[in-house]
């Protein structure tokens, strides 16, 4: 008896130092980066202590600070539009009979798949100063807020819908019923029952738009012309005037829009209630041929809107010369003629793409069972989990430049991996923590206490039961986490567009440098490149994760 109980005090040690270690990591890649682009926002060029005087005169410039409106009333709108697109897509999905509904499903998704910058080189082929459709603009330009607007609900649409479709997928049908029996019409049952009770996933979806518009850089860069937003200034600033302390300040007012969107979202999240339990009905829609019909057109029109934006890269991807000679060619994929590191590019997309999803599936998945059984040591766990979530605040861009002067300090000791692969894979994996970290701690989740407590009285280490119950139990969550850790690191260009090295330049990166040079349609073959291979990746998720429900899950099916 006293050999167990030291083994279980053994494993509990074991496991508060395994919480101590994962604090240590998301301080080292998270906080600590973000703290020193922190002190450099008040210090000048040659580091000397200048206060808040860079704020000063952020604010004294007119340029910057028109940025800062565009890019808040740019997002807005974007958050609006997509919203708005959306909820009636995902209404289509859940609260109708109309036919079709899993196709529709997966084309809405195609965006994940592909860089932020495939819309915006699209719009430029459908609507640029030789585009297809010139003509519909009347004069207008597509370069600025409305090639931007564009562009980026096509990037954000996914991402809300997602959310969405979960929000009104829970409804009971008993208040449909009593609103019937009252006399309420269909439109007011609407505004009266279906929208209160998707309001927080509405409100949820809003914050996720908005943070996600405002922190992009790659579309604006694109497609945005003269019209400046705080993502190109940081990049202008860094890039354009090696003026890294104004770039700093820029960071942190990019930061501060995207903190406060998080922190609203947390908060109404928090105040969301239990729309169902034990004695609800489901609600099970039935067929109405005039709502399911309109329906239907909605979504095969929005469908169709994606579809035209992703098969206009793939056509000018493979166009000889636009608009002169249409005639088709495999000359734009042979990216050797338009960037110095040609299809390396791609391959080093790849590795990154393969390192992320390795060491962040196992660092994230470990660290939440850490911190989800770990025993006491509340402070910590709760500390951990709190920069766990701090992630999902940080975009992309500003992350990369705390990079930048934290691995980089003179006589750092980690300082060696700067300019390599290992950097780009901490940073990637810190940038897309948060919601894999949730995935992780929600499936911990569903694992009752008894597990421990079974294991425990069988003598079992901790270690051999999360190694052949845990694991197993969980594996659909680790592919999911796997999976999004991958397409996410091979599509992002903005977390990772200040740390490449000469060795290892990306494909995204390469499509910004190729569509700088003038080469927009090897850009638009790099990005199409990117969209197969992802879609080829998650067609083996799917694949493997149906094989293994199978394998490991059969205990799911009664």
């Not at 798949?113 to 100063?129: E, K, Q």
């Amino acid at each position: 008896m006293w050999a167990h109980w030291q083994r279980v005090d053994r494993d509990g040690a074991w496991m508060r130092l395994g919480v101590l270690l994962m604090g240590l990591w998301l301080l080292v890649t998270l906080v600590l980066p973000l703290g020193t682009l922190l002190v450099k926002s008040f210090e000048d060029a040659q580091g000397a202590w200048v206060g808040l005087d860079n704020y000063a005169r952020y604010f004294e410039t007119p340029a910057l600070t028109n940025s800062l409106w565009n890019s808040l009333w740019v997002s807005g709108l974007v958050a609006l539009i997509t919203l708005s697109l959306a909820y009636v897509y995902a209404y289509a999905l859940t609260r109708s009979a109309m036919p079709g509904k899993t196709v529709f499903k997966a084309l809405a998704l195609i965006p994940i798949l592909a860089p932020s910058l495939l819309p915006a080189i699209s719009l430029i082929y459908l609507f640029g100063n030789q585009g297809l459709l010139n003509s519909w603009l009347m004069g207008g330009s597509i370069y600025g807020p409305l090639g931007i607007v564009i562009s980026q609900v096509f990037y954000c649409f996914p991402h809300a819908l997602m959310i969405l479709v979960v929000a009104l997928s829970m409804a009971d049908a008993r208040h449909y019923e009593a609103a019937k029996v009252l006399g309420a019409s269909p439109i007011r049952s609407f505004f009266t029952v279906t929208l209160p009770g998707s309001k927080y996933g509405l409100i949820s979806a809003g914050f996720v738009v908005f943070t996600l518009a405002i922190t992009d850089f790659g579309i604006p860069k694109v497609i945005g012309g003269r019209f400046n937003v705080l993502a190109t200034d940081i990049f202008k600033q860094v890039i354009g005037q090696q003026n890294f302390s104004m770039g700093a300040v820029v960071g942190f007012v990019l930061l501060l829009p995207a903190v406060l969107a998080f922190a609203a979202d947390r908060w109404v999240q928090r105040r969301q209630v239990a729309l169902l339990n034990g004695r609800s009905v489901p609600l099970v829609p039935v067929r109405h041929a005039p709502r399911d019909g309109a329906l239907w057109l909605f979504c095969a029109l929005v469908a169709g809107m994606l579809l035209v934006v992703l098969g206009m890269a793939i056509w000018a991807s493979l166009v000889t010369r636009w608009p002169y000679n249409l005639s088709l060619t495999w000359a734009n994929y042979q990216f050797e003629e338009f960037d110095s590191e040609g299809w390396k590019a791609y391959f080093n997309s790849l590795r990154l793409a393969a390192w992320t999803a390795v060491v962040g599936t196992l660092v994230v998945f470990t660290g939440a069972f850490l911190m989800e059984k770990t025993r006491g040591f509340v402070w910590v766990r709760n500390t951990t989990h709190l920069m766990a979530m701090l992630s999902m605040a940080v975009p992309g861009l500003v992350l990369g430049l705390s990079y930048i002067f934290f691995f980089n300090t003179p006589g750092h000791p980690l300082g060696f991996i700067y300019g390599t692969m290992a950097i780009l894979v901490l940073n990637s994996v810190a940038h897309f923590y948060t919601v894999s970290h949730i995935t992780a701690t929600t499936a911990l989740k569903q694992l009752d206490s008894e597990f421990e407590s079974v294991t425990a009285s069988l003598k079992v280490s901790v270690g051999r039961m999360f190694r052949r119950v845990t694991v197993p139990v969980c594996l659909p969550a680790v592919l999911d986490i796997s999976i999004y850790l991958f397409v996410n690191a091979m599509t992002t260009v903005s977390a990772v567009i200040f740390l490449y090295g000469s060795d290892t330049k990306l494909a995204a990166v390469s499509i910004v440098h190729m569509d700088e040079a003038g080469f927009t349609a090897a850009a638009a073959a790099m990005a199409v490149v990117i969209v197969a291979t992802s879609a080829t990746v998650k067609l083996l998720h799917s694949l493997l994760t149906h094989q293994f429900r199978k394998s490991t899950q059969a205990w799911r099916v009664r």
